[in-house]
């Protein structure tokens, strides 16, 4: 059976600090990883990751994928209190499946 | 565009009771997706359609159903509803599949079933 899982559940942190999030998966036919934030309501896309090693960076936040070990982080670098949400690993494979997520709080 | 549109926002059934939750996308995408979203847990795959007329199973299936007979409106459909399906339902739509593209969500549906 397919099965994505996130790491920390949650996390708190000061302002200005860095976190790195992670997410494990098991998965047929691999396609890709995605990320999204989710804050009050229906999640956002961050990043889609197909390739390992590759980078992918958006400001203050950034992706990697190891498909050899099938894990990818998520960065966030400078917190802010606006990064307070929670952050959603999904893979396609036979199908999308997401992963718990990781609720994020950054106090001030 | 308004891109993924879901109503209503939120409804409160009793046991028992049907209903219909309406989802429309204008972004012309192929690809269509209800999820469900449990407090604390991850969406949950319910249904999906890969383009008009066609629609399958995905993890969640049970006691729902769908329809899709325009590109742009994706229904999904409960019969007898039941607390467990006191959820939030999100509909999400992407132009190719997930793997090659990214899905946009409606704001959601908040449901509770008592």
């Keep these: 059976e397919d099965k994505v899982v996130q790491s920390p559940l949650s996390l708190v942190v000061h302002e200005g600090?860095?976190?790195?999030?992670n997410c494990s998966y098991e998965v047929t036919n691999f396609r890709s990883l995605l990320?999204?934030?989710?804050?009050?309501?229906?999640?956002?896309?961050?990043?889609?990751l197909t390739s390992s090693g590759i980078e992918k960076k958006s400001g203050r936040l950034s992706s990697i994928l190891d498909k050899k070990e099938l894990f990818s982080i998520l960065n966030i670098t400078a917190t802010q209190t606006g990064d307070s949400a929670v952050y959603l690993c999904a893979v396609d494979g036979n199908k999308l499946v997401f992963g718990a997520g990781t609720i994020l709080r950054v106090k001030s | 565009n308004a891109g993924v549109t879901q109503t209503p926002k939120f409804r409160i059934l009793k046991i028992g009771q049907s209903m219909t939750l309406q989802c429309t996308q204008d972004m012309n995408h192929n690809y269509m997706y209800w999820y469900r979203q449990d407090p604390g847990m991850g969406l949950k795959l319910i249904y999906y359609s890969v383009?008009?007329?066609?629609?399958?199973?995905?993890?969640?299936p049970n006691g729902y159903n769908v329809s899709r007979s325009t590109t742009e409106d994706f229904p999904l459909r409960l019969e007898l509803a039941a607390p467990s399906q006191t959820?939030?339902?999100?509909?999400?739509?992407?132009?190719?599949?997930?793997?090659?593209?990214s899905q946009y969500f409606g704001p959601g549906t908040r449901l509770t079933v008592l």
Excluded: H, N, R
Aim: glycine letters at 14%; hydrophobic letters at 35%; a positive charge.
């Design chain 2, 51 to 60: 383009g008009a007329g066609i629609t399958d199973k995905g993890e969640v």
């Design chain 1, 17 to 21: 600090d860095t976190v790195t999030l």
């Design chain 2, 87 to 101: 959820s939030v339902y999100f509909c999400a739509s992407s132009k190719t599949s997930g793997g090659a593209g």
């Design chain 1, 35 to 48: 990320w999204y934030k989710q804050e009050k309501k229906a999640p956002t896309f961050l990043f889609m």
